[in-house]
C-alpha cells in the first residue's frame, strides 16, 4: 500500500519520485531517520485520515525524524467513487505526524493543493496531532485552508494513548543516552504522574508537559497557518508558553512573488529573490526545487521551469 516503509533507526529516503499509490508514500517507524529532496504526488487516491508521509508510533522514544525540501502536490482524488468512510476523519495531508508524535522537524517544504481539493479545510501541509517537542518551520503551502495544523491530543487523549506511552517509556533508560539526547524527553519523568489525568480543562495542569512546539516562519499562500486545539481556551493557546509561534505569514497569490506566469498550470514554484514572502514571514528559506527527484525529473522541471 505504501511506496516505501521504513523502521529501526537511521535510514535515508532522499532523491525519489513516489507517485500513483493508493494510500501513503512513505510509512515512517522508528528513529533518527532523513526524509529528503523526494517529490510525492497523485497519492492517497483512495484513502482519507493519511498522508503523503504519515507516522503514529504512539511511543514518546520514537523521535528523531527530519523532513526537508521535499515537494508534495495532487494528494488525494476527486472521483465521484472516491467516498469518505464516515467513521474516520474525511482528511488527507502532505505531512502526518498522529496520535502525538514527538522529536521531529518539517522544514523547508512546498506543499500544492489540488484547485479541484482547495475548497477542504480538512486537508492540511503539516498536521502535528498532538506531538511535542516537534520543529515545524521554513515551510510553503498554496491552495491550502490549513497550511499547518498543531493540536493538543495529547492532552486530552484516552488512557489508551496516554497511560500506555508512560508504560512503555518506563522500560527505557531514557535519561541516559542515547534517549537523553532527545530535547524534553529526560525531563518527562517529573512532569507526568499516574494514573494520567485525561480530559483535563487546564492544558497547564494536565501533568504532561514538557511540552514545547515550534511553528515559525511557514508561509500559506491562499491560506492560514494557526493552532487548532480540540478542547477549550482556543484564544489562550497562542500565548502558552510551550509553543514558539511566530513569524508566520498569510499572503495571496499576487503578492506571493513567483518567478512563473502562471505556476498552477507549469507546476513551476520558484520564488523571486524581491517576493514580499521573505519580508511577511522572516527566516523563510524556499526549497531548492531544482535538487528534489531523481534526475530524470529534475531534468523535466530545468527544462519546464527554467533553472
Not at 504522574?193 to 515550534?214: D, H, Q, Y
Not at 512563473?260 to 521573505?278: H, Q, V, Y
Request: hydrophobic residues 35%.
Amino acid at each position: 500500500m505504501q511506496g516505501v516503509k521504513i523502521a529501526g533507526v537511521g535510514h535515508s529516503v532522499t532523491h525519489n519520485e513516489i507517485y500513483n499509490a493508493p494510500h501513503q508514500g512513505i510509512l515512517v517507524g522508528g528513529n533518527d531517520h532523513h526524509i529528503a529532496f523526494n517529490v510525492f504526488h497523485d497519492l492517497l487516491l483512495q484513502s482519507f485520515d493519511s498522508g503523503a508521509i504519515y507516522k503514529s508510533d504512539r511511543d514518546w522514544m520514537t523521535r528523531g525524524l527530519v523532513m526537508d525540501s521535499n515537494f508534495f502536490y495532487n494528494l488525494g482524488s476527486t472521483s465521484p467513487s472516491d467516498k469518505c468512510n464516515p467513521h474516520t476523519a474525511c482528511c488527507r495531508h502532505g505531512i502526518y505526524m498522529d496520535a502525538t508524535e514527538h522529536g521531529f522537524t518539517a522544514t523547508r517544504n512546498l506543499f500544492i493543493q489540488p484547485p479541484a481539493l482547495r475548497s477542504s479545510a480538512c486537508n492540511y501541509g503539516v498536521f502535528d496531532n498532538g506531538g511535542r517537542n516537534n520543529v515545524i518551520s521554513k515551510n510553503l503551502c498554496v491552495g491550502y485552508a490549513n497550511c499547518v495544523r498543531t493540536s493538543d491530543y495529547n492532552l486530552i487523549s484516552t488512557p489508551v494513548f496516554s497511560y500506555q506511552m508512560v508504560r512503555n517509556f518506563e522500560l527505557y533508560k531514557y535519561q541516559s543516552p542515547p534517549y537523553s539526547n532527545y530535547p524534553g524527553l529526560a525531563d518527562l519523568d517529573s512532569n507526568i504522574s499516574l494514573p494520567l489525568k485525561t480530559n483535563c480543562s487546564k492544558r497547564e495542569k494536565c501533568g504532561s508537559a514538557p511540552w514545547f512546539v515550534e511553528v515559525t516562519s511557514n508561509v500559506a499562500v491562499n491560506g492560514t497557518v494557526k493552532l487548532t486545539p480540540y478542547g477549550p481556551e482556543i484564544s489562550s493557546v497562542p500565548q502558552l508558553p510551550r509553543f514558539n509561534f511566530s513569524h508566520n505569514a498569510n499572503v495571496s497569490m499576487a503578492a506571493a512573488g513567483f518567478v512563473a506566469t502562471r505556476p498552477s498550470l507549469e507546476n513551476c514554484w520558484g520564488i523571486k529573490l524581491d517576493s514580499p514572502i521573505f519580508d511577511a514571514a522572516p527566516g523563510f528559506v524556499q526549497i531548492q526545487l531544482a535538487l528534489v527527484g531523481p534526475p530524470a525529473y529534475r531534468a523535466a522541471y530545468a527544462a519546464r521551469c527554467g533553472v
